[in-house]
């Protein structure tokens, strides 16, 4: 029982660091509380070895992708259009799109009839920190 709670106790202190703050001077998040923030978005989306298409894709290995890009998926015509036009999903950008993903993609398209199949809003910006925390420990390192 010991190994295991230092096993998990490491774990927690390795991926509360592990998000570097963002540039715009977001704080980085917390990976424990944003496993509890992502049950919100567990009916949509999955992460882990055995994510599969739901609702929304996978979202292991979501940073460095391209927006739209994950294969065998049927996105909507707005993200696809910026993942066309170049967006791939950093920290900042997931951060600003979790927030409001259609006012996110209207911005971005400068296109005011852009539209996100996904309705969900994160407005708290420590609970859009942590998820991003949590969804880095699926991510591979940058290389």
Partial sequence: MFKKSIGIAAFAIATTFSASAF???HSAGDAVKGEKVFKKC???HMVGPDA???????LND????????YEDFKYGKS???????GLVWTEEEVFEYLRDPKKYLRAKLDDKKAKSKMAFKLKKEDQRADVIAYLKTFSKPAE
Avoid: M, Q
């Fill in 42 to 44: 567990s009916s949509c």
């Fill in 62 to 69: 979501l940073f460095g992708r391209t927006a739209g890009g």
């Fill in 52 to 58: 599969k298409k739901k609702v929304g894709p996978p």
């Fill in 23 to 25: 540039a715009d001077g």
């Fill in 79 to 85: 993200i696809v259009a910026a993942g066309e036009a």
